[in-house]
């Protein structure tokens, strides 16, 4: 079952066609990763999805029923552009934003309590927000986020100012909460952390779906036959007839194969060419590559 929808959906704003008749599905409980080049239409599409815009033609689904203001309390979106209240101290701050996605004062002290203990940051309840430093108020902004425990997580960008000690705790916060079953979806630049992160992607360019499915997939789909082999000893040029060699340093070999060869195929020539072979892999695409073939396309 999938959690979002989008059925034919655009924007423009003026004569720029932001988002372009844009069709894709994000499973429930996924993790799921919006890619794209700058002013591709991920962010209006982000928007779109949280009704801070209206598509000009389209459908967006919410668990199979037309996305409605209803839906966005169950929604929680943390955009790349941070807003905090900086005169506000952080206790009111999170209380008021978590009493506007329908929590009581009660729960929603609650649910605080439990966040600063989380994060171990019980002296803040008093700060005022401008006393913060950038990675303080990062933290601040996810746990408003999520302090309203929505069954759909957006996160654009939520690492950015972060050094790394904090970067990790909010990444394990994020595998916990899709633990307990919410939907994730994350959009970031940096294509190492939607291939750590992210079970699926939708590529986007110029408003289009380019390219979507599950990570592993979408790898084999863009693999160029490529292996590395470790190896003892020598190798001879008959060792090596039946490949293309990238890159040859001692006891270091990578090679393309036929596109028709298999790779246990491959493993068993080496081996009975009397290869004492130390380690023998396939060398699959990174994201970054795939991005850059698929958006250059």
């Given at each position: 079952m999938n959690i979002v929808e989008l059925k034919n959906v655009s924007r423009s704003f003026e004569d720029n066609k932001a988002v372009d008749d844009l069709s894709f599905s994000i499973p429930k409980g996924s993790l799921f990763g919006i890619l794209g080049p700058n002013g591709a239409g991920k962010t209006?599409?982000?928007?779109?999805?949280?009704?801070?815009?209206?598509?000009d033609s389209g459908t967006i689904f919410f668990n199979q029923t037309p996305l409605t203001a209803d839906h966005v309390r169950q929604i929680g979106y943390l955009p790349e552009e941070r807003g905090l209240y900086k005169k506000m101290k952080v206790g009111e701050q999170l209380v008021y934003l978590a009493c506007l996605r329908d929590m009581s004062v009660k729960d929603a002290k609650s649910k605080m309590y439990e966040w600063f203990e989380r994060f171990d940051i019980m002296d803040w309840e008093h700060k005022l927000v401008e006393e913060l430093s950038k990675g303080m108020q990062q933290k601040l902004q996810f746990i408003s986020t999520v302090i309203h425990e929505p069954s759909f997580l957006i996160l654009d960008e939520p690492f950015s100012g972060l050094d790394p000690v904090n970067a990790n705790r909010i990444r394990q916060e994020i595998f916990r909460l899709h633990s307990e079953g919410t939907t994730i979806l994350f959009s970031t630049h940096r294509m190492e952390q939607v291939e750590e992160i992210c079970h699926r992607i939708v590529l986007v360019n110029k408003g289009k779906n380019i390219l979507d499915g599950a990570v592993s997939d979408i790898k084999q789909q863009f693999k160029s036959n490529r292996y590395r082999l470790r190896y003892h000893g020598e190798l001879s040029d008959k060792d090596l007839d039946r490949v293309q060699v990238v890159?040859?340093?001692?006891?270091?070999?990578?090679?393309?194969?036929?596109?028709?060869?298999?790779?246990?195929?491959?493993?068993?020539?080496?081996?009975?060419?009397?290869?004492?072979?130390v380690n023998f892999e396939e060398i699959l695409p990174t994201l970054n590559d795939i991005f850059i073939q698929a958006v250059s396309e």
């Open positions: 209006t599409t982000i928007r779109m999805m949280t009704r801070i815009s209206l598509p890159d040859n340093n001692p006891s270091d070999l990578v090679f393309e194969a036929a596109s028709v060869a298999d790779s246990n195929q491959i493993l068993t020539h080496l081996v009975g060419c009397g290869i004492a072979v």
